[in-house]
C-alpha cells in the first residue's frame, strides 16, 4: 500500500481580523520570537511588551483595515488559494495543509490533524524563497517541535530554499512580462530587510559590508540572505535582458540603520534624482502578496514618488496562486522530497 504523504505549507501569518486586539496578539507572538528579535530574553521581553507593541498596534491595526478584502487577508486566503491548486497535482495519498507560524490557521492545527489521519511522510514546505532565521528557521524550528510534542510517527522531509531554482525564477519573470519591461526608466528588486546582525549570526566571521555579494555569488552565499537576494536579482535580470545599470537590488522594511542597505525607499528617491520617472518594482522574497507589498510598497512609497516628481510606480503582482507558480512548486516540492 502506498504511503500517505502530507505537504504543509507555511508562511508567515496575518491577523484574524483588522482589529487592535487581534492584530495586538499577533505582534506579541510575531515580535516575542527569539528568532526575530534576537535579543537576551528579558531584553526582549521588555522592548517588545512594553514598548514596541503599545506604539505599533494603532497603525498596524490602521494598515490591515487599508489591506483586509472581504474574503479577509490577501496573505491567508491567497496561501488557501494557493493550497487548492497544489492539491489538483498530487495523487490521492497526497494531502496538502497550510500552517501560519503566527495566528490561524496555525502549524499545530495542521499537524494535529495529519497525525490523526495517520500520514507516514511529511514534507514541511516554508514558502521564503530565500533562508533566513526569522522566516524559514523559525517555521521549521516550529514545526518539528510540534511534531516532536505530538510524537508524530511519520518521516519528515524539509524543502529547502529555491531562491535560484529555475521555475521560481521563470514564474517571477513571467509576472514581470505581464508589464512592458522596456516602457520603464529602472527596475528595483526590492527584498525585506534583515538586521546586520542577522545575516553575520550566519557567518560570524564574514561583516555584512565586505561581503561580495553585490558583484558575484560568493563560496559562503548558500545560507547568508543577502547573498541569496543578490543572486536571485542576478538570475531575473538575466531571464528579463536587464544590464546591471538597469537595475538595483533594495531592502525595505527597515526598523533602524544598521539593517541591510540600500534601503528601497532612499533608491526611490535617488532614482528620481537621476531622471528616471518610471520605476517597475518586484518583491522577489514574497510569493504571497501582503502588507508588505502591496500597502508598502504600492501604497506608502508610491505616495513619495508621485510626491516627488515621479509617473510611474508600479508593483508586479507576486506569485500568489498563479498556475506557473503552482507547477514550479509542486516540482520543487518533488525533488526535494525525493532525495
Known amino acids: 500500500m ?13 491577523p484574524d481580523s483588522p482589529t487592535k486586539p487581534a492584530v ?14 534576537d535579543l537576551p530574553w528579558l531584553l526582549r521581553k521588555i522592548l517588545v511588551n512594553l514598548i514596541i507593541i503599545p506604539f505599533r498596534v494603532k497603525n498596524s491595526t490602521r494598515l490591515y483595515l487599508r489591506l483586509w478584502t472581504k474574503k479577509g487577508s490577501p496573505l491567508i486566503y491567497l496561501t488557501e488559494e494557493l493550497r487548492e491548486k497544489l492539491q489538483e497535482k498530487q495523487d490521492d495519498s497526497t494531502r496538502v495543509f ?67 531554482h529555475p521555475k521560481f525564477i521563470e514564474a517571477f519573470v513571467k509576472q514581470a ?9 529602472h527596475v528595483v528588486f526590492s527584498y525585506h530587510g534583515l538586521p546586520n546582525r542577522h545575516v553575520e549570526k550566519c557567518h560570524p566571521l564574514i561583516k555584512v559590508d565586505a561581503c561580495k555579494c553585490t558583484e558575484s555569488f560568493p563560496e559562503h552565499g548558500k545560507f547568508c540572505y ?29 526598523l533602524s540603520k544598521n539593517w541591510l542597505t540600500p534601503f528601497t525607499d532612499n533608491i526611490l528617491h535617488a532614482k ?32 513619495l514618488f508621485y510626491k516627488n516628481g515621479g509617473e510611474k510606480l508600479q508593483l508586479v503582482e507576486s506569485l500568489n ?13 518533488k525533488e526535494q522530497s525525493s532525495k
Not at 502506498?2 to 496575518?14: D, E, P, R, Y
Not at 495566528?103 to 499537524?111: C, M
Not at 537621476?274 to 522574497?285: H, Y
Request: net charge positive.
Open 226 to 254: 543577502r547573498a541569496t537576494c543578490y543572486e536571485t536579482s542576478r538570475l531575473l535580470a538575466k531571464q528579463l535582458n536587464l544590464e546591471s545599470k538597469d537595475y538595483t537590488v533594495a531592502f525595505q522594511s527597515r
Open 24 to 37: 495586538r496578539r499577533y505582534l506579541t507572538k510575531f515580535l516575542n520570537d527569539k528568532r526575530v528579535i
Open 98 to 164: 497550510t500552517g501560519m507560524r503566527y495566528g490561524n490557521p496555525g502549524i499545530k492545527r495542521a499537524l494535529r490533524e495529519i497525525k490523526q489521519q495517520g500520514f507516514g511522510r511529511l514534507v514541511l514546505v516554508p514558502l521564503f524563497p530565500q533562508h533566513a532565521m526569522s522566516t524559514t528557521e523559525t517555521a521549521l524550528v516550529a514545526a518539528k517541535k510540534r511534531v516532536k510534542k505530538l510524537r508524530l510517527k511519520t518521516e519528515v522531509f524539509e524543502v529547502e530554499q529555491f531562491y535560484n
Open 272 to 303: 528620481l534624482e537621476e531622471g528616471k520617472k518610471k520605476i517597475l518594482v518586484l518583491a522577489p522574497s514574497f510569493v504571497t502578496d501582503c502588507l508588505e507589498t502591496t500597502l508598502e510598497i504600492g501604497v506608502e512609497y508610491g505616495d
Open 177 to 185: 512580462q505581464k508589464y512592458k519591461v522596456s516602457n520603464f526608466d
Open 321 to 333: 496562486a498563479e498556475d506557473n507558480w503552482v507547477e514550479a512548486l509542486d516540482q520543487i516540492i
Open 2 to 14: 502506498q504511503t500517505k504523504t502530507a505537504i504543509l505549507l507555511m508562511n508567515v501569518g496575518s
